[in-house]
């Protein structure tokens, strides 16, 4: 028998709140955080709005907030998540194996010195001509190579283990907007094989910089609604046009079901069911035929042992743009059949955004927590039918209903696809 794997711990930083309870209040109430970006002057880009964090300090979760001056908001934003998750499940009060205690996360790139970077540039241009000898002259003179290296992505990881004493297998992913859920589905797998009996997992993202926006802005991925950034999210309605760019982090402790047990550990829900596959399609574009998000729902359900019939809410990927939302709705349909007319979905990023690697880690808690509470959080902003989204998408106000086991789909660019199941342990 392959071992079980539980969610002791659970800790978010999120445009909607600092905590776990603060965003899961938020998101009961329907509470949107979405506004004008104030990270920088985004005043002359086709989208000038974001879901940003706000209010956020780390020294509310560390001795020594200095140790961390040229770490970017992305570490920052993970350091956070995971404190609460760390105390949330107990650990520190009692004693545990160091080796047998890793750290996987779906982290993304640190922020981008933009300005700084524009500035070298200007400097190389000689008479219209690139100087490329200047431009490293002048890298060398003006970066601080303390603040280059934290914006690698394997740092928030390496942060994470040397704070709690995490010594055993530590990795990081970056399959785009899959990242943080392939992290808890991989350290899944770490436990269930036996290589830990714990694992600090999620992921932690900001890219509401130049760079990040004019990237998704050339890619036409971005919400244009700057007259109404409030209603910009709208996964499934009729006239969504694009995401909302989010930020913050997400963190779960995973544990080893008898290890867990035995220390007597607060334990949310399992992780019944794990499934990741690829479109091999384009480098952006989904595959219009969902084959492999069909597959990838399928293989979940296979893992938990599971039938169609016996999901009680999916948390989408539902990232309000055109071809997304269609091709998720038609996976769900292919993948659960005459069961999807019946199975409630909703996109909580209609409200927080979306958190680019950080994305499924946060939706995945949101999963816990539905089932804790038997509540169905809502898709905001939902006005307009669309023919091609013709599924129960909790429009608009939070709903009561019996939840014992729950669904979240993570669909990245370039067609990575991953399935979360999760279970109460009453079932």
Known sequence: MRRRVVVTGIGCITPIGNSVEETWASLREGKVGIGNITHFDASEFPTTFAAEVKNFDLANYVDDPKAFEFAGRNIRFAIGAAQQAVQDSGLLEGEFDPASFGVYLGAGEGQQDFQLFMQMIAQSNRDGEFDFDAFTRAGLQMLNPKVEIEQEPNMPAGHLASLFNAQGPNLNCLTACAASSQAIGEATEIIRQGDADIMLSGGSHSMIHPFGVTGFNLLTALSTRNESPQTASRPFDKDRDGFVLGEGAGMLILEEYEHARKRGAHIYGEIAGYGSTADAYRITDIHPEGRGAVRCIQRALSDASLNTDQIDYINAHGTSTLVNDKV???????????????????????MMGHLIAAAGSVEAIICLLSMRDNLLPCTMNYETPDPDCDLDYVPNAARDAEVNRTLSNSFGFGGQNVTLVFSSLDN
């Open 328 to 350: 998720e709705t038609m996976a769900i349909k292919q993948a659960l059949g005459e069961n999807s007319k019946s199975t409630p979905v909703s996109s909580t990023k209609s």
